[in-house]
């Protein structure tokens, strides 16, 4: 079992920033690749962004491609992800989930195993 709590969520005008942190407990962090999801009201939970378990490689949505940073801390199990030039659109819960697969290329969410219990995250226009 892999536990995890996001943290960083808020308020934020457009054009400003925010970072997001999940913290990992449970089994060894190292081993599982890590994504980031965002889900709106009466949407689906889409892929923002992972990062392989060695945090060698990382993939992002086309939507949030040099905005978005998503980063690991294997040391201290902690993901996080930098949002940047954020946009009305970006308002959702934001969910951090860990796979046993140890690449980037995860997007679908039913390639995770685990999940977070997600942080809402709202810009203003």
């Given at each position: 079992q892999v536990q995890l709590v996001e943290f960083?969520?808020?308020l934020v005008q457009a054009g400003g920033s925010l970072r997001l942190s999940c913290a990992a407990s449970?089994?060894?962090?190292?081993?599982?690749?890590?994504?980031?999801?965002?889900?709106?009201?009466?949407?689906?939970?889409?892929f923002v962004a992972a990062i392989s378990s060695s945090g060698s490689t990382t993939n992002y949505a086309d939507s949030v491609k040099g905005r978005f940073t998503i980063s690991r801390d294997n040391a201290k199990n902690i993901?996080?992800?930098?949002?940047?030039?954020?946009?009305?659109?970006?308002?959702?819960?934001?969910?951090?989930?860990?796979?046993?697969?140890?690449?980037?290329?995860?997007i679908s969410p039913?390639?995770?195993?685990?999940w977070g219990q997600g942080t809402q995250v709202t810009v203003s226009s």
């Open positions: 960083g969520g808020g449970g089994r060894t962090f190292s081993n599982y690749a890590m994504g980031w999801f965002r889900q709106a009201p009466g949407k689906e939970r889409d993901v996080y992800l930098q949002m940047n030039s954020l946009k009305p659109e970006d308002t959702a819960v934001y969910f951090c989930a860990a796979t046993q697969g140890r690449s980037s290329h995860y039913t390639s995770y195993n685990y």
